[in-house]
């Protein structure tokens, strides 16, 4: 297709994989991307120029200059390319205004896990310089089709471009969590170049606050989130999280599209941070991966006995309360625990007590590893994923691909991403994992029980293995759902 007539889309995001990443908005940002330049669009990255992006990103050259946007401090916009591998590079535009991004810790709080207080500007920003570059009033000459965005962060760009009178592109808004919402002081709508009675339950106050997210909710020409199931149960309670009247009543304009994965990225037979590449068609060379894990991780090495895993961020939603309780249960089976993941300190200090007390079946690495992430997905026999809520979930998906069945609690992508294991789904060879409802102890301690005694049955296990790894998750055909979506608002 001739450049000329290839769809351009600017999409906003707050973290991209591999320069800063969090959880699945980094990796969906750059894996999405990605796949839809692969279908010959022209898709460019807008993110904060944090240390590790300004760091990362190379042939960086300054495009503009943002020094009157009243409020904000003066910053200036990078022209830059983002290496996914060898051969995969996407364009970004990187606000450089260090002020507001060149400092230690995280994307949105600092080291003790406080959200940075001057997030309104940090992230208003983002959204201004978004809604300027995708409007007739942007200093560079690449003007987008689409504004694609992602996340409160980036909230603000649809009611930005609503009060600019020239011309602009389309906006998608796309919710990967609707329980972050980017609350902040009414004064702060003003403050941000708003106009004042844009603070309007027909608008971006919610409950007497502004909230980003809403507000690209209310003005965004089209809303999409990441499976079809989540889209259905955030327009009621207690998952709308107070926005189930505004979803609802823009039903006609919300899709869930389901997420895909990096299949380059998580390939069993490829992946560099095995200890023992392997595939379906040589299963057996798995258990290498979970002699090492165990060794890694101190715990008794057993081939024979049931190892389950979790990567996650230790917080409410994933449900880590839930596996806490009944982790004397899980050992007694007897089963193994490996734990990855960093959050919520209360969660890290009772998953601390339980490693102290059974040290031989229960193992922690806290903190962000993606190295281990991977040999974690490939060394466990099963995975853990309790959720109370998912939009999506991406470990899901990688453990279906690594022959490792998990065992999940049926809400949001979970519900579209796995099948559960019955004499039915065995048969048929949907089977993939074992999904549990509703959200209990017993339930989830029940669905444990039924993984270990399948996994105890060499046909079902390599049966549920197999059907797994040869589901296709690859982003391919979300992209064409995405692409198909900005067309048709284009017309
Ligand atoms: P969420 O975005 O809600 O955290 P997802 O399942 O969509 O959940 O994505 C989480 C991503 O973050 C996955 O790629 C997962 O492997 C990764 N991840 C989470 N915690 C860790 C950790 N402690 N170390 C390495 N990777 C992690
Ligand atoms: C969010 C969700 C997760 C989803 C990810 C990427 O962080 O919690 O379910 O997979 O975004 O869309």
């Known amino acids: 297709m001739p450049r000329s007539q290839e769809l351009r889309v600017l999409f906003i995001t707050s973290e991209v994989y591999p320069l800063c990443k969090t959880g699945g908005l980094g990796d969906v940002s750059a894996a999405l991307p990605a796949a839809l330049r692969a279908l010959h669009s022209d898709v460019r990255l807008l993110l904060p120029g ?62 003790f896990g406080r959200d940075w207080p001057d997030n309104a ?13 995708a409007s007739d009033a942007s200093p560079i000459a690449w003007r987008p089709h689409i504004v694609h965005c992602n996340d409160w962060q980036s909230g603000l760009t649809p009611a930005y471009l609503h009060f600019h009178s020239g011309k602009k592109a389309a906006t998608m808004m796309t919710i990967h969590n609707l329980a972050f919402q980017g609350i902040f002081p009414p004064g702060s709508t003003v403050q941000l170049g708003l106009p004042s009675d844009s603070f309007d339950i027909n608008g971006v ?10 507000a690209g909710l209310y003005y965004a020409d089209q809303i999409t989130t990441v499976s079809p199931n989540y889209a259905k149960e955030i327009q009621i309670e207690p998952l709308g999280f107070g926005l189930q009247g505004l979803l609802t009543a823009r039903r006609p304009d919300l899709i869930g599209i389901i997420n895909g994965i990096a299949t380059a990225e998580w390939d069993s037979a490829t992946d560099r941070h095995l ?4 595939s379906s068609k040589n299963l057996s060379d ?4 979970k002699a090492a894990l165990q060794r890694q991780m101190g715990l008794v090495v057993d081939a024979t006995i049931p190892l389950f895993g979790v990567v996650s961020r230790l917080s409410h939603q994933k449900g880590i309360d839930l596996l806490i309780q009944i982790a004397p249960q899980l050992i007694k089976i007897p089963a193994q625990l490996v734990v990855l993941g960093s959050g919520n300190a209360e969660l890290e200090h009772l998953l601390s007590m339980l490693a102290q007390t059974y040290p031989e079946s229960i193992a922690l690495h806290f903190g962000f590893n993606e190295a281990l992430s991977h040999l974690v997905e490939a060394g466990i026999d099963s995975f853990l ?21 998990p065992v999940v609690h049926a809400t949001g992508g979970l519900l579209d991403t796995v099948v559960d294991c019955t004499p039915d789904t065995l048969a048929n060879r949907t089977a993939s994992g074992f999904v549990f409802y509703p959200m209990t102890t017993d339930n989830l301690l029940g669905a444990i029980k039924r993984a270990v005694l399948a996994y105890h049955n060499k046909k079902t296990w390599q049966s549920l293995q197999k059907n797994g790894m040869a ?17 048709m608002l284009l017309h």
């Not at 500007?121 to 570059?133: W, Y």
């Not at 200890?275 to 392997?278: A, G, L, P, T």
């Not at 798995?286 to 991966?289: C, E, G, R, S, T």
């Open 471 to 487: 589901k296709d998750f690859s982003w391919h055909a979300s992209a064409t759902a995405y692409l198909a979506l900005y067309r």
């Open 121 to 133: 500007l940090r992230f208003g920003l983002l959204s201004k310089i978004g809604a300027i570059l």
């Open 385 to 405: 994923m309790p959720s109370r809520f998912e939009p999506c979930g991406l470990n899901q998906m990688y453990s279906q691909r690594y022959g490792t069945p």
């Open 275 to 278: 200890v023992k590449n392997y």
């Open 50 to 111: 944090y240390p590790q992006v300004i760091a990362g990103v190379k042939y960086k050259s300054k495009v503009a200059e943002f020094n009157a946007l009243s409020q904000f401090p003066p910053a200036s916009l990078l022209s830059a390319r983002l290496s996914l591998s060898k051969t995969e590079k996407i364009p970004v535009f990187v606000i450089d205004c260090p002020g507001l991004y060149n400092r230690e810790g995280g994307p949105y709080m600092d080291a």
């Open 286 to 289: 798995k258990a290498a991966n």
């Open 205 to 214: 106050e919610y409950y007497g606050n502004l909230s980003f997210l809403k």
